[in-house]
């Protein structure tokens, strides 16, 4: 304590008062907050008249209200002694500047200053300003506690709303009562003064707070310091249907008058129209962002389902993403499976893919009926089922596309999930487009298997081809042993070896990799090799040089070019080499603007001046004029030089569907 006499002699006369306003044999901090005022207020008043200083004066106040705590209990730490303590030190400080003849600020300097009436008028209009300029409820009622209680010059103000799914009323604003309790405390219907005037629905005037009937202290909010409460249930009109309860309390003894009841009654009307209006903007809002989800999740599925054509893959994404949508406990699609010899109504359903943990069903038969009814009537439909663990709720829908039924997707349901008509609607978009992604996998999968067959077929068609040439060319090789040395024999061997070069072709193209078509390199390996066994002579040695080459040609194309580049090569060996013993042959390809151009190179004597295949009277070059310019629609060019010979076959590549 100050050691200044008048200090001391003022703080024991604020002690006494205070002893006698508040009993210390009850059980409570504080019972109403005006006697503390008027106490704290005296003392302030009285220490600035004895020229104490401000600071020695709360100084004093301190130590007096830790006695005073002391005695009838109280900790800091509880919000009913802090807002106690605030109280108190402010009265002190407001009467002391106020006896030194400053203007102290009060609650009464910032009501506004215009009549009660129009000043009531004006808080109205600001209540409705921020109920339409921010449908946010928490800061429009943030907006609302703080102009009523200026308004009404009380010392707090509180909102409190009624929860539907719990029944309690939850404290959802306030000013004057402890931050931290806000959305935090709740207060049963038909407890305490608040919860009473909200269970009988009609105001509640309490000058008296403490004193009664209804009278319970909510720990934690910080209540305990106001005399006076007021309570006017927020009722929506025309249903009579509770949205809350508005409160004011204050410090001092209030008689409120009729008057200001009323205004806090059209305040709790307008509150119930703009609370329910921010509750049906923010459903409204929840609802519209939940759409946008959805349809964000509709679109990501679909995305999946056509990121893939292998039918496996699709069935899985389905289950799984099913199963997400709705947080079912499990999923599966069923498809009808009949054999050759059995009708359409005669097929049972089959799953063929699932997903989620298995549980038995007692009579499977039931499962089936409701798939096969859901398959046939193209409609969705739901029905309990019974498993050996208990009963669940199956839920299935249609697979159907514009051209048939492609089975039904069935999801086992949670307990706790129930589907609203906003979830029927997105599982009725979701299966459309399983729909659509099964049937365009089975008609991949079909496509595939024809492919596979077709290409089966061609590959035993180049077989048997390759095999039925190869027998003629062994008949004319047979005939050609009789008599090498006869008049036909070169006509022979050039025929043998034209027949051998399109045989290693349709061998080349039976294999599967190849159904395609082949690259100009491997057909010209394909032409030396036979080249070697037929058309060089004893005595004579060629050396082939094939450059690697990325040219493909389809089947038709590779077949015409084999006979080219056999025909070219044996003119070469035939003329060119003729009198030699040794020659070289370069056969190189390359692609240039949609044509193939193939050159074969000799070394050997040249053509004459001004050569012109299409007049040759040469078998050979006839044939090799024709293929080019009948088949390949191309053209050809020969022309020697001091180096050799160059034939040039030019023509535009085929894509295979036109080979």
Same mark, same amino acid.
Request: charged share 20%; net charge negative; glycine share 6%.
């Given at each position: ?43 302030g ?5 004895a ?33 106690a ?37 004006a ?48 404290l ?15 207060i ?7 919860g ?15 004193a ?18 007021a ?28 008057d ?56 899985r ?13 499990? @999923? #599966?699609?069923?498809? $009808? %499976?009949?054999?050759?010899? *059995?009708?359409?109504?005669? +097929?049972?359903p089959i799953? =063929? ?36 663990d ?45 729909a ?23 590959q ?5 081809v ?6 003629? @060319? #062994?008949?004319?090789? $047979? %005939?050609?042993?009789?008599? *090498?040395?006869?008049?036909? +024999?070169?006509?022979?061997? =050039? ?15 039976s294999?599967k ?21 037929t058309?060089?002579?004893?005595g ?17 194309q ?7 580049i ?32 193939v ?11 001004g ?21 390949l ?19 535009p590549?085929?894509?295979a569907d036109?080979?």
């Amino acid at each position: 304590m100050p050691t200044n006499v008048s200090l001391r002699s003022l703080a024991d006369q604020l002690a006494m008062q205070l002893t006698s306003a508040y009993d210390p044999t009850r059980q409570v901090v504080v019972h109403g907050g005006q006697p503390l005022v008027e106490a704290f207020s005296r003392f302030g008043d009285r220490t600035a008249r004895a020229g104490i200083s401000l600071e020695d004066a709360m100084a004093a106040g301190v130590d007096i209200l830790q006695g005073l705590f002391a005695k009838h209990g109280g900790s800091g730490n509880e919000p009913a002694t802090t807002m106690a303590a605030g109280v108190a030190l402010a009265s002190t400080a407001r009467a002391h500047v106020t006896a030194n003849g400053a203007s102290a600020p009060s609650r009464k300097a910032v009501i506004d200053p215009f009549p009660t009436q129009v000043a009531r008028l004006a808080a109205l209009h600001r209540v409705n300003r921020a109920a339409t300029a921010n449908l946010k409820l928490s800061e429009m009622l943030e907006t609302v506690v703080a102009v009523v209680a200026e308004t009404t010059a009380s010392d707090a103000c509180s909102v409190f709303l009624y929860d539907d799914t719990t029944g309690l009323l939850v404290l959802r604003a306030a000013v004057g009562l402890n931050p931290a309790s806000i959305n935090a405390v709740t207060i049963r219907v038909g407890s305490g003064i608040t919860g009473r005037s909200a269970l009988e629905g009609h105001l509640i005037s309490a000058p008296d707070a403490h004193a009664h009937e209804d009278f319970l202290a909510h720990p934690g909010i910080g209540d305990e310091i106001y005399t006076s409460q007021a309570s006017v249930p927020i009722l929506l009109q025309g249903q009579n249907r509770l949205v809350g309860v508005l409160n004011i309390h204050s410090i001092a003894h209030n008689e409120y008058d009729q008057d200001e009841l009323e205004f806090l009654q059209t305040v709790a009307g307008e509150l119930a129209i703009s609370i329910e209006n921010a509750r049906q903007y923010s459903t409204t809002d929840e609802r519209l962002r939940r759409k946008i989800s959805e349809l964000g999740t509709l679109q990501r599925v679909s995305r999946m389902l056509a990121s893939t054509l292998d039918l496996a893959a699709v069935l899985r994404l389905i289950s799984e993403q099913a199963i997400d949508l709705v947080h079912a406990e499990a @999923a #599966a699609i069923f498809r $009808l %499976q009949h054999h050759a010899w *059995e009708s359409v109504e005669d +097929a049972r359903p089959i799953i =063929e893919h699932r997903v989620g943990p298995m549980r038995d069903i007692i009579d499977p038969k039931d499962r089936d009926a409701i798939v096969m009814d859901v398959i046939r009537s193209g409609s969705a439909r739901g029905g309990a089922l019974a498993y050996t663990d208990g009963v669940s709720e199956l839920f299935c829908l249609p697979l159907r596309t514009a051209r048939d039924s492609v089975g039904a997707l069935c999801l086992r349901l949670r307990p706790d999930v129930q589907l609203t008509d906003d979830s029927l609607a997105l599982l009725q978009a979701f299966s459309d487009s399983a729909a659509m992604a099964i049937e365009n996998a089975q008609l991949y999968q079909d496509a595939m298997h024809s492919v596979q067959t077709q290409s089966a077929l061609v590959q035993e068609m180049h077989h048997r081809v390759r095999n039925n040439l190869q027998t003629v @060319a #062994a008949l004319l090789s $047979l %005939q050609l042993r009789t008599n *090498e040395d006869a008049p036909w +024999a070169t006509e022979i061997r =050039e025929a043998i070896s034209r027949i051998q070069s399109i045989a290693g072709v349709h061998d080349l193209l039976s294999d599967k990799e190849r159904l395609g078509g082949a690259t100009v390199d491997v057909i010209a390996r394909l032409v030396a090799e036979d080249a070697h066994s037929t058309l060089i002579p004893p005595g004579l040695t060629v050396r082939f040089d094939i450059e690697p080459s990325e040219l493909m040609v389809p089947t038709r194309q590779a077949t015409m070019l084999s006979l080219l580049i056999n025909e070219l090569t044996a003119n070469a060996i035939s003329h060119g080499f003729q009198s030699r013993s040794e020659g070289y042959v370069r056969i190189r390809a390359w692609a240039d603007q949609g044509f193939a151009n193939v050159e074969v190179f000799n070394d050997g004597h040249g053509v004459p001046a001004g050569f012109d295949p299409a007049q040759s009277e040469g078998l050979g070059m006839r044939i090799t004029q024709r293929l080019v310019t009948s088949d390949l629609r191309g053209t050809f060019s020969i022309s020697s030089n001091c180096d050799g010979t160059t034939a040039l076959i030019r023509f535009p590549i085929a894509v295979a569907d036109e080979a």
